[in-house]
């Protein structure tokens, strides 16, 4: 790596550094990785949980207290102006692989994405900090699966899999393998308890010293996960009924008011799933604020791009986020509907 002098020194100065990692289990095995292979040089590391939402409010800035900052399967150059202000006094390392709006790297940013490697594979945070970290390859499996990344990385799959004595994969995207089931565990406890639930599945996962004591501690995450399971299979029929489809835009609506659990990413991803060609959006009514998933699983039109426009988030070009007040709901719809309309007969 080009820059891996420099931040071999900084980690060498540190006593402890801030770990700013999405809540996803790509996220979350990302900076499992980290955490360890920074506790191996004798550097402490504090957890911050973020997403690309997190990034737009000033108060989550003043969490980060330390002088080496790392953000993991976070987009932080898209708060470009924040992450300025923060180099000024500490040195930031972006681990990312989110769609680039605008290189960070500085001499006090390191901003590692596969575009600046040349690497054309998505490329997500697990085996980013895998490869450039030395990390934990079933951790890097576990991630990679969760976040899509599968179908490009199956021949590393398939070779952690030999390792471990598991069949090879069949399925494209590998959903098929032992480790698919521990991506939903992970998943199921951000869904069941947020923040806390996602801190729980970390520790999980850094304080086991190999799979097999991970796998042997997990008793709790599976019971979480067929719960989730089931209230999922509750919501999916009701989604049946009160779906609001838009063919002349490719577009299917839901509203999801006041859920159990946090199941809105999970539930997008499931219905997406099924209608490849369609563009899906859940939208989390909490009473206030509404948040918002959409997906788009044949990739046709970028959701990252439509969540920017319309509800001023982001993501990936098939799966984005976004939050927006409840008073807005009728414009961001009205947006969606007028962008994707567009989209369909220029296409």
Known sequence: MKYW????????????????????SDGLTAAAQLALY????????NIILGSPERLRHANFWMKIKNDLVFFVDIPADHASDDLIRLSNKANIVIIDHHRINKDMNS??????????????????????VYDLFGGIDWMACIGLIGDYGGRPWKAFINKVHEKYGF????????FDS?????????????????????IKAF??????????????????????????????????????????????????????????????????????????DKTIIILVNKGSIININFRRQDG?????????????????KQASGATIKASDLSDFKECIIQTLT????TA
Not at 38 to 45: A, D, F, I, N, R
């Open 300 to 316: 046709k039109y970028n959701m990252s791009i439509l969540a920017k426009k319309c509800g001023k988030g982001g993501g990936h």
């Open 167 to 174: 069949p090879k994969c069949k399925d494209k995207n590998c």
């Open 203 to 276: 520790n999980l996962l850094v304080n086991s010293s190999n799979f097999q004591e991970f796998k042997e501690k997990t008793g709790v995450l599976e019971e979480w996960a067929k719960k989730i399971n089931d209230y999922i299979e509750h919501v999916k029929s009701d989604y049946q009924h009160n779906k609001e489809p838009h063919p002349k835009a490719d577009l299917i609506f839901y509203e999801l008011n006041n859920p159990k659990y946090k199941i809105g990413s999970a539930l997008s991803t499931i219905i997406s799933t099924n209608n490849p």
């Open 107 to 128: 001499d006090s940013i390191i901003h590692y994405h596969r575009e600046f490697l040349g690497e054309k594979r998505y490329y997500p945070s697990s085996k980013e």
């Open 342 to 345: 567009k989209w369909v007969k």
């Open 5 to 24: 002098e420099k931040l071999a020194k900084w980690v060498k100065n540190a006593t402890i550094a801030d770990i700013v990692c999405h809540t996803d």
């Open 178 to 198: 032992p480790f698919s089931k521990y991506d939903q565990m992970i998943n199921s406890a951000r869904m069941m308890y947020g923040d806390k639930g996602c």
């Open 38 to 45: 920074l506790k191996s040089k004798g550097v402490g590391y």
